[in-house]
C-alpha cells in the first residue's frame, strides 16, 4: 500500500481505555459519532501499558490496565465496519505519572543499573506482540512507538526492532516522534512514513513546517502528523501539548487553534494528513460538551471544521 497519493484524515481512538472500557455500547457509539462528526477516513486505535517507572524494564502488557487482545481485535473490526482505515498504537506509559519521553538509562551498560538492553528486550516483545495482532487484524499500518524523546538516539535498537516488525507484519510502518524532534531522528529511512506530534502553538505553523519540510525532503518520505490538537481551554492554543493548563472552558480557542494549524498545513502538499488527538472510547454527554475542557472535539464547533477540511481533502469534486 502506497500513501504517496492517501490523504489521512484520521482521528485518534480510545487512548485513555482501560481494561473493560472497550467491546460495550458506549465504544460503539463513540467510533461510530467520531466517524459522523468528523468525516475521518483513517483512525489510530491507540492504547497504553504501563511500566512502573521511567528506569522500569519489564513492559507488563498482558496485564490490567492495559485493554486486552479481545478488546483490541473488537476495535479494530469496528473501525473497519465504519469503513475506516486503521492504524494500530500500541503506547508505552509509566505507572507513576512520569511521561513516557523521559524512559531513560545510562548509555554505557553498568552492573546492578537498569540498561537500555534490557528495556529495548521488553519493549521489542511488547511491539512484536501487536505487530503480529496487527497483521492478523488487516491494519493498514503499524506505529512502532511514541513520543519516546530519550530512546531515539538509539538507532541501532530501533533499526532491529523495526527489522523484527517487518517479519511479522507487512503494512505501513512509521514511529510518532515528539513534536520538535523530528529533526534529531536519525533513523527515518527504516521506516515507511514520518510521523509526528504537530502540538506547535497557533502562530508558530509556518516556522515550524519550514523545519520540518527539510527532514521530509532529506528522507524522501510520506510525512502526516500521528497527533495534532488542542484542548477547548483558555490560552491552550499557545501550548496545545499542555494537557494540564489551567484554564476555563473555551471552545473558540480548540476552533482558533484547528484553523491556523488547517490554514498553514493545507498551504503544503506534502503533509498527507492527521491522526488528530483525541476521541475516548467512553464520550461525555452531548449536553456537557461546553463545559468540557479537553481535546476531544465532540460537540464542539471544532468537529465542523475538521469534517469540513477533511471533506475538502478526501472526497472527490462532482464531475460535470
Not at 521511567?54 to 496485564?63: A, G, L
Not at 512507538?145 to 538507532?155: N, S
Request: proline share 5%; net charge negative; glycine share 6%.
Amino acid at each position: 500500500m502506497s500513501l504517496l497519493s492517501e490523504y489521512i484524515g484520521g482521528v485518534t481512538w480510545g487512548f485513555m481505555g482501560r481494561r473493560g472500557t472497550w467491546a460495550n455500547d458506549a465504544a460503539e457509539s463513540s467510533m461510530e459519532l467520531m466517524k459522523r462528526a468528523t468525516g475521518a477516513n483513517w483512525t489510530a486505535i491507540a492504547f497504553s501499558a504501563l511500566q512502573a517507572t521511567p528506569q522500569s524494564t519489564e513492559i507488563p502488557y498482558w496485564s490490567e490496565p492495559t485493554v486486552s487482545d479481545e478488546e483490541v481485535r473488537w476495535a479494530i473490526r469496528q473501525a473497519k465496519s465504519l469503513e475506516l482505515k486503521v492504524c494500530l498504537k500500541p503506547i508505552v506509559n509509566c505507572a507513576d505519572g512520569t511521561w513516557r519521553a523521559h524512559i531513560n538509562f545510562f548509555d554505557k551498560d553498568v552492573p546492578c543499573e537498569p540498561k537500555w538492553s534490557e528495556w529495548f528486550r521488553s519493549y521489542t516483545a511488547f511491539i512484536l506482540h501487536y505487530a503480529v495482532l496487527a497483521e492478523e487484524s488487516g491494519c493498514e499500518m503499524f506505529c512502532v512507538g511514541c513520543e519516546l524523546v530519550q530512546t531515539d538516539r538509539r538507532a541501532a535498537e530501533w533499526r532491529a526492532l523495526i527489522a523484527e516488525v517487518r517479519k511479522v507484519y507487512s503494512g505501513v510502518i512509521t514511529y510518532n516522534c515528539d513534536k520538535y524532534q523530528e529533526d534529531n531522528v536519525s533513523w527515518w529511512d527504516a521506516l515507511d512514513v514520518i510521523s509526528s506530534s504537530g502540538y506547535y502553538p497557533e502562530q508558530d505553523w509556518e516556522v515550524q513546517l519550514d523545519r520540518i519540510e527539510a527532514v521530509v525532503t532529506k528522507h524522501g518520505k510520506p510525512f502526516f502528523f500521528m497527533e495534532a490538537g488542542c484542548p477547548s481551554r483558555t490560552g491552550s492554543a499557545a501550548i496545545p501539548n499542555d494537557w494540564s493548563l489551567e484554564g476555563g472552558p473555551d471552545l473558540e480557542e480548540q476552533s482558533r487553534f484547528y484553523l491556523a494549524m488547517f490554514g498553514a498545513c493545507g498551504k503544503r502538499d506534502w503533509v498527507q494528513g492527521f491522526m488528530l488527538w483525541d476521541w475516548p472510547a467512553q464520550l461525555y454527554p452531548l449536553d456537557e460538551a461546553a463545559g468540557n475542557d479537553d481535546y476531544c472535539m465532540y460537540g464542539k464547533p471544532a468537529a465542523g471544521i475538521i469534517e469540513e477540511y477533511y471533506s475538502s481533502k478526501t472526497k472527490s469534486p462532482p464531475t460535470l
